[in-house]
């Protein structure tokens, strides 16, 4: 694995990326370069290494 600790990222999010990386290494692109463009689109696509039930969720007061 890239650089930096994954131990935040759910076990979902790790196989996203895996999934992804592979997609990347099918269409000729090395290996490090697809884990790092795996990681960056899970965490523009997440928000990065959160778990779920973190409190993100923005709750409404009436």
Request: proline share 0%; glycine share 12%.
């Amino acid at each position: 694995m890239s650089k930096g600790d994954k131990s935040a990222y759910t076990d979902k999010q790790k196989r996203k990326a895996e999934h992804i990386e592979e997609g990347y290494e099918k269409r000729g692109v090395s290996h490090d370069e697809a884990e790092k463009r795996a990681w960056a689109t899970v965490n523009k696509q997440d928000g990065g290494g959160n778990k779920s039930g973190s409190g993100r969720a923005n709750h409404k007061s009436d």
